[in-house]
C-alpha cells in the first residue's frame, strides 16, 4: 500500500528552507543504515571522508523518510567532482579532518550534542559551505528526493501554479474590483 502524501511546494520550500543554516536534531543518534553496501563506489574520496560527508548531510538537513542512499545523492555529486579536480577533493579530505579535530576525534562517532556543536562552530566555513550548497542544489533537486518528501515538483509544466491550487491560499480573498479579469478566465 503506497501512502501518498501531497504538500504544496509553498510548504515543501518553508520548510527546506529553515533547514538552510543550522538545524538541531531533536532525538538520539542518526543511523547510518546499509552505509557500507554502496559507500565502496566511491570513485575520488575514501570511505571516512565520504561517511563523514554523509552524517553532515543528514546532520544539516535531517529527514526521517530520507534514507542513506538520498543523502549520498549530495556525496556522489562531490565525489564526482573530485575526481574531476584535485583541489575539490584535497578541500574534501581537510574539511572532513577539521570536523573530525572539532569533534576531538571522529566525527561519526560523537554524539548528537557534540556534533551539533561541531555544526554550529563550523557554520561559514568552506567545507560546511560545500555540504550546504550541495545538499540544497542537488539533493533538493533530486525528484527521487521529492517523490519521498511528497512534493510534485515545479509546476511549469503541469499548466502552472494558477491552475494548480494557487488560488487555495487560506487568506482573504481580493474583491472582484482589486481582481481585474485575465487572460486565463
Not at 520548510?15 to 543554516?21: I, L, Y
Not at 548528537?112 to 557554520?123: F, G, T, Y
Request: no cysteine.
Amino acid at each position: 500500500m503506497k501512502n501518498n502524501v501531497n504538500i504544496s511546494r509553498r510548504s515543501f520550500l518553508q520548510k527546506a528552507g529553515k533547514t538552510s543554516g543550522f538545524v538541531v536534531l531533536a532525538g538520539g543518534a542518526v543511523q547510518l543504515s546499509s552505509f557500507n553496501a554502496w559507500a565502496a563506489k566511491k570513485s575520488a574520496i575514501d570511505n571516512h571522508v565520504a561517511k563523514t560527508m554523509l552524517l553532515v548531510g543528514k546532520d544539516m538537513f535531517p529527514g526521517k523518510r530520507f534514507t542513506d542512499d538520498l543523502y549520498m545523492i549530495a556525496v556522489d555529486s562531490l565525489d564526482g567532482k573530485a575526481l574531476k579536480d584535485e583541489s575539490v577533493k584535497s578541500a574534501l579530505v581537510k574539511g572532513v579532518a577539521e570536523f573530525d579535530k572539532a569533534a576531538g576525534g571522529k566525527y561519526t562517532e560523537a554524539s548528537i550534542k557534540k556534533r551539533m556543536n561541531v555544526l554550529k562552530s563550523m557554520e561559514g566555513n568552506n567545507f560546511f559551505n560545500t555540504m550546504r550548497g550541495e545538499m540544497v542544489n542537488v539533493f533538493f533537486n533530486n525528484k527521487r528526493v521529492w517523490d519521498v518528501a511528497g512534493w510534485e515538483g515545479a509546476a511549469y509544466d503541469k499548466g502552472g501554479y494558477y491552475l494548480r491550487g494557487f488560488q487555495d491560499a487560506d487568506w482573504p480573498q481580493p474583491s472582484e474590483e482589486a481582481s481585474p479579469k485575465g487572460w486565463w478566465e
